[in-house]
C-alpha cells in the first residue's frame, strides 16, 4: 500500500508499458470491446492508473481516478466521428525514464501519454499509425466536402421554370441521393482502420 502511495506521490504510476498482444485477453479494455462487429485491439498501453487501448475502430481509454483506487471510466472515441490530429512523440533525454506521444482526437482535450523509454521502438510504430489515420481522415473529410458540393451545383441545375414531370424530379432526386449517400456514408466514411494497423504495429 505504502509502495503504491510513494509511487503515486512521485508520479511514477503514470509511466506506462506496452502490453504485448499475447497478454490483450487479459486488461480491462478487453471487455468493452465490440467483437461482435468485429473490433480487435492493435496497440496498449497500460499505467497503474490508465490503459490507452487502440482498436481497428476506436481509441478505449479506461480512465483511472488514482493509482490507489479501483474507480474506473470507459470513455471511447470512434475514428469514424473523432479525427486524429497533432500526433507527436517526444523521445528521452539524457536522465529521462520515459518517452511521451501527445495528439488530439475530435474537438476534446489533447492527450498526453507516458512511456517508459525502452519502449521506444513500438511506440514509433503507434506514432506512424496515428499519423497515417489523421491523414486519411483529412482526406475523407475534402471528399465529403467536395461530394456535398456537387450535389448543390446538381440542384441548381433544376431551374424553377423547367418543365420536368414529377416522375422525372422524382426519379432523378431518388438516383441522386442514393449516389451522394453512397459516396458520403460509405466511400468516404471509414470505419475501420484495421489496414493501417497491420501495416505500422509489430506485435
Known amino acids: 500500500m505504502f509502495k503504491k502511495l510513494a509511487s503515486e506521490a512521485l508520479g511514477l504510476s503514470d509511466i506506462g508499458v506496452i502490453v504485448p498482444a499475447s497478454e490483450f485477453n487479459k486488461v480491462d479494455a478487453d471487455d468493452y470491446l465490440f467483437s461482435e462487429d468485429g473490433e480487435k485491439i492493435f496497440f496498449l498501453i497500460k499505467s497503474k492508473k490508465d490503459e490507452y487501448c487502440f482498436t481497428n475502430l476506436a481509441l478505449v481509454h479506461v480512465d483511472g481516478e488514482s493509482a490507489v483506487s479501483s474507480k474506473r471510466v470507459i470513455k471511447r ?83 424553377l421554370g423547367q418543365e420536368v414531370s414529377e416522375e422525372a424530379v422524382s426519379r432523378h432526386y431518388v438516383s441522386l441521393l442514393n449516389t451522394v449517400n453512397n459516396v458520403v456514408l460509405e466511400k468516404f466514411s471509414r470505419k475501420d482502420y484495421a489496414a493501417v494497423f497491420e501495416r505500422y504495429i509489430q506485435n
Not at 84 to 112: C, N, Q, W
Not at 117 to 140: P, T, V, W
Open 77 to 159: 472515441y470512434d475514428y469514424l466521428s473523432h479525427r486524429i490530429s497533432h500526433v507527436t512523440l517526444e523521445t528521452a533525454g539524457t536522465i529521462d525514464m520515459d518517452v511521451e506521444i501527445k495528439f488530439r482526437i475530435g474537438a476534446g482535450e489533447p492527450f498526453s501519454i507516458d512511456v517508459r523509454k525502452n519502449f521506444i521502438e513500438q511506440l514509433k510504430d503507434l506514432y506512424k499509425a496515428l499519423h497515417s489515420i489523421g491523414k486519411l481522415q483529412e482526406r475523407d473529410e475534402q471528399a465529403r466536402d467536395i461530394a456535398m458540393q456537387c450535389l448543390g451545383v446538381t440542384g441548381q441545375m433544376f431551374k
